[in-house]
């Protein structure tokens, strides 16, 4: 088999996926549930922690920043290889050495000190980082441009759902059975996830979906990474995601420690609220693939258009979210706030892969996605850790409205891509390889 085209007996472009395809892409999406679920079970147990090990939250801001630096740098080297050998033995090894510390999380034996809590933490974040770029090159394979927006939505989908399963597992759970409990039940379900997949999965053909089928080698090392780099397309979406993410990864981990201490909300009413943000952005995923879908059959720069407008009008709410608290306004009132904020949100989660697949050639979207990955990671990485700067140099409130202010230049990196692709069409209205990099 060619390292770059992998077997030339799966369906060419045009055709259905077949049954098989479908049941590796609903296990790809599984698997990923569970993944990010142990990516935020932290955010939930910061007091537990803090009380157990006796460490201050800053400590712990430090522990989740390794566990996704971990992610981040596990995510290139995994984007670099999967242009270059099996997808699918590449995800198997990813998963599985990704969960078994996590599962060892979950027994008090193993996690009797912070520093043996730490380095289970940062070992899990080898799976967290590397599913990303194998997932989305296989479904770049799965799926026509015409409708990698839909499928990458359901891999957003299956985000979403993690990392509102990940709090839920130890917000509701933590009281009456002790924090490690929510580890376990979030690692053990992908062991049997992949013996499946192992079985069912199998590897499509490079490029199988694209207009022009033919797949080039990959080039060498530096060499692909300067490909990458050059399309100017890649660049605006490392950087909508360099500012994007550090939003996410301070509300993400802070946001249920933030209801408790500021807004005065209870463990449970506090997780609710973040589980309905999860929830808006669940229901925004899907509405919003669709719709990215539909806008890029028209008109292919529309769709980061849609993003950039989409993440500047959720600021709005988020902004809401954070300045009520249950003494002032009712909880009845911050729930629909909150429903509308992940709806809003999501407008770009849903459209991002679909951009960098669609923009990128088949034997470089590894390499690709791996960079992505790196830059979307960066805030989720430094979130725990400038959440706790950010508080204790100007409080809780005004630290969390500097982070959501980092989505400005993010919407506007979204506009000034839109701006790049309607400039790319006009020049060159006859090629129909929108994944083509400009030279």
């Known amino acids: ?11 060419p472009r045009g055709s259905s996926m077949s049954g098989r395809e479908w049941c590796t892409f609903v296990l790809l999406i599984l698997m990923y549930v569970f993944l990010m679920a142990d990516s935020r079970l932290m955010s939930a147990i910061v007091p537990e922690l803090s009380a157990e090990y006796g460490v201050s939250k800053q400590a712990l801001g430090l522990v989740g920043t390794a566990f996704v630096l971990t992610g981040a740098v596990t995510a290139l080297a995994v984007g670099f290889w999967c242009d270059r050998w099996s997808r699918k033995k590449l995800l198997l090894i990813t998963v599985v050495v990704g969960e078994i ?6 027994f008090e034996c193993f996690t009797s000190s912070f520093a043996a809590f730490t380095v289970l933490r940062m070992l899990t974040g080898i799976g967290m980082g590397g599913i990303g770029p194998i997932t989305y090159s296989l479904v770049a394979d799965y ?15 299956a985000w979403a759902v993690g990392i509102l399963m990940g709090p839920s597992l130890a917000g509701y759970l933590t009281n009456s059975y002790g924090w490690r409990l929510g580890f376990l039940l979030a690692a053990a379900p992908n062991f049997p996830l992949a013996l499946l997949f192992a079985r069912v999965a199998k590897e499509p053909r490079r490029g199988a979906r694209d207009p ?12 692909n990474w300067r490909r990458v780099l050059a399309n100017r397309v890649n660049v605006a979406m490392y950087v909508q995601g360099l500012f994007g993410a550090i939003p996410w990864g301070i509300t993400g981990f802070w946001a249920i420690y933030y209801f408790e201490t500021v807004s005065g909300m209870s463990k449970a009413n506090a997780t609710s609220l973040q589980n309905l943000v999860g929830l ?3 229901l925004g995923t899907v509405a919003f ?20 407008v989409g993440v500047l009008i959720g600021i709005l709410p988020f902004l809401t979210l954070f300045r009520w608290s249950v003494q002032t306004t009712s909880l009845a009132l911050l729930l629909p706030i909150a429903l509308l904020a992940g709806f809003i949100a999501a407008c770009a989660g849903a459209n991002i892969k679909a951009i960098v697949m669609n923009n990128n050639a088949p034997e470089q979207r590894g390499a690709a996605f791996g960079v992505l990955s790196l830059t979307d990671s960066i805030g989720p990485g430094l979130g725990p850790l400038l959440g706790a700067m950010f508080f204790e140099w100007w409080g809780m409130r005004a630290g969390m409205n500097f982070a959501i202010a980092w989505w400005v230049p993010c919407g506007f990196a979204f506009i ?24």
Not at 143 to 155: P, S, V
Not at 289 to 308: A, E, F, I
Not at 416 to 439: D, G, H, K, Q, Y
Request: charged share 25%.
């Open 143 to 157: 799926f026509r441009e015409e409708h990698r927006a839909k499928a990458a939505a359901g891999i957003t989908v």
């Open 101 to 106: 510390p996590c599962l060892l999380t979950g």
């Open 416 to 439: 000034i891509c839109a701006l790049m692709l309607e400039r790319r069409r006009r020049n060159s209205m006859s090629v129909r390889c929108s994944w083509a990099v400009p030279t």
């Open 1 to 11: 088999m060619d390292v770059a085209t992998g077997s030339a007996s799966e369906s």
């Open 212 to 223: 022009a089928p033919k797949v080039k080698r990959p080039a060498s090392g530096a060499g």
């Open 280 to 282: 808006g952005a669940i």
């Open 289 to 308: 693939g669709v719709l990215g879908d539909r806008l890029h059959r028209r008109r292919p720069s529309r769709v980061p258009l849609m993003c950039g």
